[in-house]
Nanobody, 126 residues
Framework: MFSCRRLGGGLVQAGGSLRLSCAAS????????MGWFRHAPGKDREFVAA????????YYGASVKGRFTISRDNAKNTVTLQMSSLKPEDTATYYC???????????????????WGKGTLVTVSS
């Protein structure tokens, strides 16, 4: 249902910016919460950001708050993650996800999403 693409390249220097975009098919996109998670080698999957079905509410993980911005365009069935001030510790495979449940609890369910996109690798060099 979801396909993710990376805008701007997967390798970036620390302090740089990168944008990830996730395109969805199907009619349910505009009615479900969307989010981004990441998984670094040797670490547990981590919540990055979430956005409600209408874009009215957004949530961020503590490690990215103030640096990343999530947005969505329901007319185009896309959700975007704008990443700025990137750090080497942001290196991970990033996944977009869709959830039929409450957007407020997405951060607590990193393995419980209803839909997953293919991951895309982001590497931040120091």
């Amino acid at each position: 249902m979801f396909s993710c693409r990376r805008l701007g390249g997967g390798l970036v220097q620390a302090g740089g910016s990168l944008r990830l975009s996730c395109a969805a098919s199907g009619r349910t996109f505009s009615s479900i919460a969307m989010g981004w998670f990441r998984h670094a080698p040797g670490k547990d999957r981590e919540f990055v950001a979430a956005i409600s079905w209408n874009g009215g509410s957004t949530y961020y993980g503590a490690s990215v708050k103030g640096r990343f911005t999530i947005s969505r365009d329901n007319a185009k069935n896309t959700v975007t993650l704008q990443m700025s001030s990137l750090k080497p510790e942001d290196t991970a495979t990033y996944y977009c996800a869709g959830d039929l449940g409450n957007v407020h609890t997405m951060s607590q369910r990193p393995y419980g999403m209803d839909y997953w996109g293919k991951g895309t690798l982001v590497t931040v060099s120091s």
